[in-house]
């Protein structure tokens, strides 16, 4: 049973990664949301992902981006359109798990966040992940 649930635990971190990946290939391309879901490039290398988590998750995120983008902007100093791509990414899928994804703790979210920054982003841009996914969960989720 534990293994089940760490297979499905490595899955879904599997997913966001390429979802981070393909929500930066959408902000640079400038492609049509659906083209770049269905021609996103998997690699065998990664292993089996959580495909629904993926597909929900960047559904839902291309669909309400600007809500997301809003909902970030009240909560810090800076405007989304002037965050790096990766960094703007990283906010859709904590916005999109904090909004939509009860099932997934705000913690889980956050240090999910913050791995995915430390690995892909810029050199501390993980402070900004943190400090803005924090404010914003214990607004969106103050009972946890």
């Given amino acids: 049973m534990k293994n089940l649930k760490r297979q499905a635990i490595e899955q879904r971190s599997r997913a966001r990664r390429q979802l981070l990946q393909a929500l930066y290939q959408w902000q640079m391309s400038g492609d049509d949301p659906w083209s770049v879901r269905r021609n996103r490039l998997v690699d065998p290398k990664t292993g089996d992902i959580d495909d629904d988590y993926f597909n929900a998750a960047f559904d839902t995120i291309s669909e309400k981006r600007d809500l997301y983008?809003?909902?970030?902007?009240?909560?810090?100093?800076?405007?989304?359109?002037?965050?790096?791509?990766?960094?703007?990414?990283?906010?859709?899928?904590?916005?999109?798990?904090?909004?939509?994804?009860?099932?997934?703790?705000?913690?889980?979210?956050?240090?999910?966040?913050?791995?995915?920054?430390?690995?892909?982003?810029?050199?501390?841009?993980?402070?900004?992940?943190?400090?803005?996914?924090?404010?914003l969960g214990k607004a969106l989720r103050p009972n946890g």
């Fill in 69 to 135: 983008d809003t909902r970030v902007a009240e909560h810090t100093h800076r405007r989304p359109s002037t965050l790096d791509p990766v960094e703007r990414a990283i906010l859709w899928i904590g916005m999109y798990e904090l909004i939509e994804r009860f099932d997934i703790h705000p913690t889980v979210t956050i240090n999910e966040a913050v791995e995915l920054a430390k690995q892909f982003g810029a050199a501390d841009s993980y402070k900004y992940i943190n400090a803005t996914l924090d404010k």
